[in-house]
């Protein structure tokens, strides 16, 4: 007991502390106002978790300062944006993006007929490069003529302010439907699937590396036919699906759009670790200034598709009802009308912002420990990061096992971008303001400890919707009658603050240790 309580003195103190503050705050306000300020906290933690997971993920097992994260959390709002207000732009963009990912899955091939060709470092990286710079130049040009159904920046009427007001109200605008004009279909999609190959014949140059057993991956081939075959049916089929789509409850083309997110940002993930971090893994310094670079590309990249201004994401059905039989008083009654609120005390908890997010935070924790703590994926991760060699002298890929953690962390940092919009909305400068609170997060948590992200989030909740909330009622200062409202720029230096305490005392924070 003695060596439980020794080893674990932090975190007891921290949740000490925690309770200590909680029934503190109690006695400053309603039960109502208290029971609301702490659903909200654990809201606002679970967001910033599920960046702050991903973040630790990649840096704990990788070591690699992901700059970018914030920006794909972004990303990951606007994609799912566009899958749920505009289904048929989602449509138009699933054939091309079935027949860009057919060169991936060739990779395994080409690595083999790579693999026996002679060349130089310097040599093999700029034939690499160059492959991969020449099929993205070939895949831009057919899309710009590719008729994707988008909004018009230079319209209000018809810009995503404005689809996403109609969109809310119940209503849409009109949706536009699949035309080649410019250029055919057969060329269309046989120019992608030219210029995926040879990028994809790019990045298995860059890898530089062989098979070892010399055996042909059937599968890569069985994936290059089914991604070619999917694109093909898509468009021919394009008019019903995008109909079907606009037809189906939001509830479940809102589970749609979620799973876009998180398939966009694993496929985003896979993409950067292979071919921009690889590489890097010896030069951390490289590494900030690329995903620094990445995040700025990231901004002006959604600025110059989405627009400037930011815009709402409405929510779905299921938690969206109002009128008779809303707020709900119970649980049965909240499922009949699919109310927006729930009845608490003598006022309202709404179901998707206090209900809904945390319970996908839970959920997410839950998973992704069991991934790294019970299963043979995670001990292969934990692993490979403390003895490489070893790992693939048991013939574990594992440059595969790598690009599949940064993946995991950057799908988990789009997950939280859907999930955040509809509550906090879309602008460009979230991703920014999100990943500072998951760094400071992170700093109180413990970098590069999972269950010190979950921590360090937690406790970044309660702060911020306290101060909050207090700011609204007022603090009573002890032996006095002066009533303390703090002012709204106090909110993030609160969080600051926290972490400037912490640090003080516990310098790698709270369960500061490499898992």
Same mark, same amino acid.
């Given at each position: ?12 103190? $921290?949740? &000490?502390?925690?309770?200590?503050? &909680? *029934? ?7 039960? #109502? ?5 702490? &659903? ?32 794909? +959390?972004? @990303? ?8 749920? *207000? ?33 060349? !130089? ?20 040009? @057919? ?25 809310? #109200? %119940? ?25 995926? *190959? @040879? ?7 860059? !890898? ?21 075959? !999917?694109? *093909? ?8 699906? $995008? ?46 200034? &690329? ?6 590309? !990231? ?10 201004? %930011? ?13 008779? %039989? ?25 179901? +998707? ?111 911020? #919707? ?5 700011? #609204? ?43």
């Amino acid at each position: 007991m003695k060596t439980f309580i020794r080893k674990n003195s932090p975190l007891l103190v $921290t949740l &000490l502390l925690i309770l200590i503050f &909680l *029934v503190s705050a109690s006695r400053g306000m309603s039960n #109502q106002d208290f029971y609301i300020t702490l &659903l909200r906290s654990l809201s606002n933690g679970s967001v910033v978790f599920l960046v702050a997971a991903g973040f630790s993920l990649i840096f704990g097992l990788l070591d690699v300062l992901n700059l970018a994260h914030g920006t794909l +959390y972004m @990303i990951g709002a606007y994609v799912g944006w566009t899958v749920f *207000v505009r289904p048929d732009t989602f449509v138009d963009l699933l054939a091309p993006a079935f027949l860009l990912l057919t060169g991936l899955t060739l990779t395994g091939a080409f690595k083999q007929l790579t693999g026996r060709i002679n060349l !130089g470092v310097t040599s093999r990286r700029l034939i690499s490069w160059g492959l991969i710079a020449l099929g993205v130049v070939l895949a831009a040009l @057919i899309l710009t003529r590719y008729p994707i159904a988008m909004w018009d920046l230079e319209n209000y009427t018809r810009g995503p302010v404005t689809f996403s007001f109609f969109a809310d #109200q %119940g209503m849409r605008l009109p949706l536009e439907h699949l035309a080649f004009d410019e250029i055919s279909p057969v060329l269309a999609l046989l120019g992608l699937l030219v210029a995926s *190959v @040879i990028y994809g014949l790019g990045i298995a140059l860059l !890898g530089g590396e062989k098979r070892a057993d010399g055996k042909l991956n059937w599968r890569g081939f069985i994936l290059f036919a089914l991604l070619g075959v !999917g694109a *093909v049916l898509i468009t021919i089929f394009n008019t019903p699906l $995008t109909e079907w789509l606009v037809k189906i409850d939001s509830t479940w083309l809102f589970l749609i759009a979620i799973i876009v997110a998180i398939a966009s940002g694993v496929g985003l993930g896979a993409g950067m670790e292979t071919t921009l971090i690889r590489p890097l893994y010896s030069r951390p310094i490289y590494q900030l200034m &690329l995903t620094l670079g990445l995040s700025a590309i !990231g901004v002006e990249m959604v600025q110059a598709i989405w627009g400037r201004p %930011g815009f709402i994401m409405p929510r779905p059905a299921i938690v969206k009802g109002s009128g008779d %039989g809303c707020p709900a008083t119970s649980m049965a009654g909240w499922l009949e009308n699919k109310c927006a609120t729930i009845q608490f005390f003598d006022g309202r908890i709404r179901v +998707y912002d206090e209900i809904f997010i945390p319970l996908m935070g839970i959920i997410v924790l839950i998973a992704v420990w069991i991934l790294l703590k019970r299963t043979r994926i995670g001990m292969i991760i934990r692993a490979g990061v403390q003895d490489r060699a070893m790992v693939e002298a048991l013939g574990i890929n594992v440059r595969r096992v790598f690009t599949f953690v940064f993946a995991l962390g950057v799908g988990l940092a789009t997950f939280g971008g859907i999930l955040a919009a509809p509550s906090s909305g879309l602008n460009t400068g979230m991703g920014a303001s999100l990943l500072t609170s998951a760094l400071i997060a992170l700093a109180i948590g413990g970098l590069t400890s999972y269950p010190g992200a979950a921590l360090g989030s937690l406790l970044v909740g309660l702060v911020t #919707q306290f101060i909050i909330k207090y700011g #609204q009622i007022g603090i009573e200062i002890p032996f006095t009658d002066i009533v303390f409202k703090p002012s709204p720029p106090l909110v993030p230096a609160s969080t600051v603050l926290l972490m400037v305490i912490v640090l003080l005392f516990l310098p790698g924070g709270i369960m500061g240790k490499k898992e």
